[in-house]
């Protein structure tokens, strides 16, 4: 039995449907078994890199998973998209991978993990990766998934499927970055239940926005604020996003970025396949290379970030324009 036949089965809640579709696929389909032991010993061997010297709390790991490197090498520029078959496209799937339908989404496996439960969730539709008009949908899937943290990579940060609106998710234990209390962040915005804080100089490596929200349409009220106010940008703003249920809250990690890759990106000489997306702005480095695994280190990290997240000048640009449209109260 599969779950395409079981999709409307009673008696399942959802982490309890996600539970067996990762038993069946983990059985019925060689390559994400593979993948997905390989990924397990790997996590055993994560490095920290982390120094002592380093004036913030964020602490960066590195890992290499030879099996990300289709990911880490995605071409995404428009020619090479139009040619070829989108892998989100339930008719291009391969035969193996299963389903479980959530509103106008399906969820399926990662059969390249990076974690523990790693979840692609995936629009039925083949509309282009947005996030206006699905923030509440994100929201949602944190409780359905409610041991994961969920991450958006938007088109030009990080998305090796930039045509195909989709979310990913995996445990939350690589959120721990973002896990400090309100009381370390500075909060410059409220509306209704949504808080936003910006970190103090001693909880970021590089500048980013937190919201905490009891109530998805004030989250998605003030991220829609934020998102007014970042940089413009074809075809939408660059930013990570993460969430995660956080008590009776969600927590959402905004990262805006202005540059999708580092300038030392390639495969030549001297170059490094590290492909920057939310899970590298959570703190961790994914590696698909033993050369790139052994020369990341953390001046090299510290280049990646300035390359490709915003300055505190251009960072506190945002804040300004943010001040103007909301105040705390």
Same mark, same amino acid.
């Given at each position: 039995?599969?779950?395409?036949?079981?999709?409307?089965?009673?008696?399942?809640?959802?982490?309890?449907?996600?539970?067996?579709?990762?038993?069946?696929?983990?059985?019925?389909?060689?390559?994400?078994?593979?993948?997905?032991?390989?990924?397990?010993?790997?996590?055993?061997?994560?490095?920290?890199?982390?120094?002592?010297?380093?004036?913030?709390?964020?602490?960066?790991?590195?890992?290499?998973?030879?099996?990300?490197?289709?990911?880490?090498?995605?071409?995404?520029?428009?020619?090479?998209?139009?040619?070829?078959?989108?892998?989100?496209?339930?008719?291009?799937?391969?035969?193996?991978?299963?389903?479980?339908?959530?509103?106008?989404?399906?969820?399926?496996?990662?059969?390249?993990?990076?974690?523990?439960?790693?979840?692609?969730?995936?629009?039925?539709?083949?509309?282009?990766?947005?996030?206006?008009?699905?923030?509440?949908?994100? *929201? =949602? !899937?944190?409780?359905?998934? @409610?041991?994961?943290?969920?991450?958006?990579?938007?088109? /030009?940060? +990080?998305?090796?499927?930039?045509?195909?609106?989709?979310?990913?998710?995996?445990?939350?234990?690589?959120?721990?970055?973002?896990?400090?209390?309100?009381?370390?962040?500075?909060?410059?915005?409220?509306?209704?239940?949504?808080?936003?804080?910006?970190?103090?100089?001693?909880?970021?490596?590089?500048?980013?926005?937190?919201?905490?929200?009891?109530?998805?349409?004030?989250?998605?009220?003030?991220?829609?604020?934020?998102? *007014? =106010? !970042?940089?413009?940008?074809? @075809?939408?703003?660059?930013?990570?996003?993460?969430?995660? /249920?956080? +008590?009776?809250?969600t927590r959402t990690l905004i990262v805006p970025r202005k540059a999708h890759r580092p300038s030392f990106y390639g495969?030549?000489?001297?170059?490094?396949?590290?492909?920057?997306?939310?899970?590298?702005?959570?703190?961790?480095?994914?590696?698909?290379?033993?050369?790139?695994?052994?020369?990341?280190?953390?001046?090299?990290?510290?280049?990646?970030?300035?390359?490709?997240?915003?300055?505190?000048?251009?960072f506190e640009n945002i804040v300004e324009k943010i001040n103007e449209q909301t105040t705390v109260h």
């Amino acid at each position: 039995m599969t779950l395409k036949h079981d999709n409307k089965a009673r008696g399942f809640d959802m982490p309890e449907r996600i539970e067996t579709l990762f038993g069946l696929q983990l059985r019925e389909w060689p390559l994400f078994s593979e993948n997905y032991d390989h990924c397990a010993e790997t996590l055993k061997e994560e490095v920290e890199l982390t120094a002592d010297m380093v004036p913030c709390s964020w602490r960066i790991h590195k890992m290499l998973l030879n099996h990300r490197k289709n990911s880490l090498a995605a071409n995404i520029d428009s020619k090479a998209i139009a040619e070829r078959k989108c892998f989100l496209c339930a008719d291009n799937r391969p035969e193996e991978q299963d389903s479980i339908r959530w509103r106008d989404y399906e969820i399926l496996v990662n059969p390249y993990p990076i974690a523990d439960n790693h979840l692609t969730i995936a629009h039925t539709e083949h509309t282009p990766q947005r996030i206006i008009g699905h923030i509440r949908d994100m *929201a =949602a !899937l944190t409780r359905i998934v @409610p041991t994961s943290c969920v991450f958006y990579n938007g088109p /030009k940060c +990080g998305a090796s499927a930039p045509d195909h609106m989709h979310f990913q998710s995996f445990a939350e234990s690589f959120s721990t970055n973002i896990w400090m209390s309100p009381a370390l962040l500075t909060e410059i915005a409220q509306t209704g239940a949504a808080h936003l804080y910006i970190p103090t100089e001693d909880n970021s490596i590089f500048p980013y926005f937190i919201i905490d929200s009891g109530k998805d349409k004030d989250l998605e009220a003030m991220f829609n604020k934020v998102y *007014a =106010a !970042l940089p413009p940008s074809e @075809p939408e703003p660059m930013m990570n996003i993460v969430m995660f /249920k956080n +008590g009776s809250k969600t927590r959402t990690l905004i990262v805006p970025r202005k540059a999708h890759r580092p300038s030392f990106y390639g495969d030549g000489e001297g170059q490094m396949l590290v492909s920057p997306a939310s899970v590298e702005m959570l703190g961790t480095f994914v590696t698909s290379r033993k050369d790139d695994f052994e020369r990341l280190d953390i001046p090299t990290v510290e280049r990646i970030y300035r390359e490709v997240c915003l300055s505190e000048e251009e960072f506190e640009n945002i804040v300004e324009k943010i001040n103007e449209q909301t105040t705390v109260h």
